[in-house]
């Protein structure tokens, strides 16, 4: 990127970086960021299990019902009601039970069924009452009538803590009033002994806790952005198993019964057994219509409210915590994403439509990424903020693409419009981003040239549809394009199932004989690998029977050559010529009298190994091609562990080469013949000395002289 782009993407990054700040530390994505946290709480919801520790008794309609018709009672029932729901739960001996109910009037009753009441309450000496506060930070309580206020073992605030959109996310630990009553699932666990808080300016400061390394110290709970607790909901208040009122009632009236009658109680399978409450903490609270608080929450805009006291204590019973990440993280990670998008957007901004549309691809594929983080990291208790980060990367991805089309846009598609005939698409990207690197009309260079051709394809060819033949070759085609263009290479053109591509224009490559090289060992690899594709398809239409596989000849040349545009004015090619070019043509013709399929010249191993290409290579022969006076030295690449697995058969080689050279082809057929099965181009040899034996040259040299393209 040049320094130009550097600077304006920086500014970019600067500017998109600080907007997204104000958007993260001033709220203005409250909305959204709401919205995502709620999504997150439930689809989350269903991996966590509630707490067996937690029971809800519920006055339900149908509870209504039955003490209308059985016992006479009208609602608001007699306090006598709750007074044997309580002494039930004393028999169990249960932690704790909380009513979320606030009794404000006296009993319709009398004063002795609140007495009764009372009492109860007395007995069990584990209740929790209730506070409310119709407005924060205000010592306006609506408080129990005093003979149940003063039954209760604590006092528990139910006043919610409500977000900006009235939905209860959070939680307090107190209230805000100058008494700072715990909340109804702090009071219940402060009952049990399960919860302390360590701070000394805390209304419920104990210095002397026993064991607090077996509780839940309040100070270790990670605070909500407004100072409470983030509460962790299940899908529905169902999850705790709520029992009506009902049950626990006529379970109380039967064991009272069996005592009266002293008779042992049974339960059976319509009643409750009071011990199977156990050191539970109990919650009651109304589920008729019309009559229970509902409040709105991450899971429903119409969720019982007793449901958030139970969230809550569950989150604290079972450490589920959730927590915001600390700052430095939320612009680590606005950071991050604004750099990723300036990513996406500079290299997307200039380039084709596929490759933009594969930017946009991205965009969207890492912000769903960041997004399913989000989730995840959930599951743990982090939140990750999600709006502000997802603006950042649209923002500066969507800046960043307009720049580079208002700056170099217009240059881009230029370039795009004169090349995108002969270069690959990834030679022009570079080309429009180093401008500077390319020189039209025609240039002298040193190239790695690259013939292909398949093998007898005119046989394959013949007995095949067109539409069959068009199918094989592009799937041939497009594969081994893939890996020239990957490399580096330019296709030149194709001629029927040939290709000829080279290297080092119009970019310089100081490597272009080692990418070559690399590239044509590559295809040849691939080939192999997609035989079985290639004969499916022919199958398609001869039969297993008649499909051929298909084998390719390359020839490799490095050398000077011409690359430029070359042609008429209404067309033309960036192609190269010259005998560099000419060479490579012949070597890839020469496989055939060798049983090779790959070859290279002299010229181009030794600039690949002297750029640390890492192939071994096997000297053929040296062969004047045709047109050609002079010999050229050729070798056979391959991969090392090819070369060492056959290395005793090309010491052979190497002998009976030596011998040829020599002038004795007696000799060296000998030494060809003990290796002939194995090695194609030792049998290619001795077909070669029989031939120069019965028609001996006049001056031998020790050059193949070739006959045949």
């Known amino acids: 990127m040049k320094k130009k782009h550097v600077v304006q993407s920086g500014i970019i990054g600067i500017c998109v970086f600080a907007l997204a700040c104000i958007f993260q530390f001033t709220g203005f994505f409250t909305w959204s960021e709401n919205k995502a946290y709620d999504g997150r709480i439930k689809a989350t919801a269903p991996l966590f299990t509630a707490s067996d520790d937690i029971s809800l008794v519920i006055i339900d309609q149908e509870s209504l019902n039955w003490a209308k018709e059985e016992l006479g009672w009208s609602w608001p029932w007699p306090r006598e009601a709750y007074g044997k729901i309580i002494d039930f739960f004393n028999r169990g001996n249960a932690a704790s039970v909380a009513f979320d109910l606030v009794f404000t009037e006296p009993s319709l009753y009398g004063n002795e069924d609140d007495e009764k ?8 000496n584990r209740a929790v009452h209730t506070v409310f506060y119709e407005k924060h930070d205000s010592d306006d309580a ?50 049990s002994d399960e919860i302390y808080d360590s701070d000394p300016n805390s209304p419920i400061y104990n210095p002397n806790v026993e064991n607090p390394e077996e509780k839940i110290d309040i100070q270790s709970i990670p605070k909500s952005k407004d100072g409470g607790m983030y509460v962790r909901f299940m899908t529905s208040i169902d999850d705790y198993h709520p029992y009506n009122a009902e049950t626990i009632l006529r379970s109380e009236f039967a064991i009272e019964k069996a005592e009266a009658d002293g008779t042992e109680y049974n339960a059976g ?34 969720y019982a409210g007793v449901g958030v006291h139970l969230s809550q204590m569950d989150t604290i019973l079972q450490r589920n915590f959730i927590y915001d990440i600390p700052t430095w993280s939320t612009i680590a990670i606005i950071v991050l994403m604004t750099i990723i998008g300036i990513c996406l957007g500079e290299t997307a901004g200039h380039t084709k439509v596929s490759t933009f549309v594969g930017r946009i691809a991205i965009f969207v594929f890492i912000s769903a990424l960041y997004i399913a983080l989000a989730f995840a990291v959930f599951i743990k208790g982090a939140i990750l903020p999600v709006s502000v980060p997802v603006a950042a990367i649209f923002l500066a991805f969507s800046v960043s693409i307009i720049k580079n089309y208002v700056t170099d846009g217009k240059k881009g598609r230029y370039v795009k419009a ?3 005939q002969y270069l690959s698409p990834a030679v022009i990207d570079i080309l429009i981003e180093n401008p500077d690197a390319l020189q039209l009309g025609g240039e002298e260079r040193e190239i790695t040239a690259y013939f292909s051709d398949v093998q007898g394809f005119t046989s394959i060819s013949e007995q095949l549809s067109p539409t069959t033949l068009r199918d094989l070759l592009n799937t041939y085609l497009s594969a081994m394009t893939d890996i020239i263009l990957a490399s580096g290479g330019t296709i030149d053109k194709y001629e029927g199932d040939a290709i000829i591509a080279f290297w080092n224009a119009p970019l310089g490559q100081k490597d272009h004989a080692k990418r070559a090289l690399e590239a044509a060992l590559a295809c040849q690899k691939k080939l192999a690998d997609m035989q079985e594709e290639l004969l499916g398809i022919q199958a398609r239409e001869v039969g297993k029977d008649r499909a051929k596989p298909m084998f390719q000849r390359i020839g490799l040349n ?23 070019v000419n060479l490579a043509s012949r070597l890839e013709g020469t496989n055939k009298m060798f049983g090779t399929y790959t070859m290279c010249s002299k010229a181009t191993m030794e600039s690949a190994v002297n750029n640390g290409c890492q192939l071994a290579f096997r000297k053929i022969s040296k062969i004047a091609v045709v047109g050609k006076k002079e010999g050229v030295e050729i070798f056979e690449p391959m991969q090392s562990e090819e070369f060492n697995g056959r290395k005793d058969d090309f010491e052979v080689f190497a002998k009976g080469y030596e011998q040829f050279v020599s002038g004795k082809f007696d000799e060296a057929a000998k030494i060809f013949a003990s290796t002939k099965d194995k090695d194609p181009a030792a049998a290619k040899y001795i077909a070669k000395c029989e031939s120069l034996i019965q028609n001996p040259p006049e001056a031998w040299d020790g050059v193949w002289k070739a006959t045949e393209k």
Do not use: W
């Open 558 to 580: 490095t050398g000077r050559a011409v690359v430029g545009n070359f042609g008429s004015r209404s067309r033309f090619d960036y192609t190269m010529l010259g005998d560099t």
């Open 117 to 124: 009441f009372a009492e109860s309450c007395k007995n069990y």
């Open 418 to 420: 004169a090349f995108k």
């Open 142 to 191: 609506v408080l129990p009538i005093p003979s149940i206020k003063n039954s209760a073992r604590i006092i528990g605030n139910v006043q919610s803590l409500l977000d900006s959109d009235g939905t209860a996310r959070q939680e307090r630990f107190y209230s805000t009033s100058s008494l700072k009553e715990p909340s109804l699932s702090i009071a219940s666990l402060l009952i």
């Open 269 to 302: 399978e319509d009643l409750l057994e009071p011990e199977q409450f156990d050191a539970g903490h109990i919650f009651v609270g109304v589920y008729a219509a019309g009559l229970f608080d509902i409040v709105a929450t991450p899971i429903s805009s119409s």
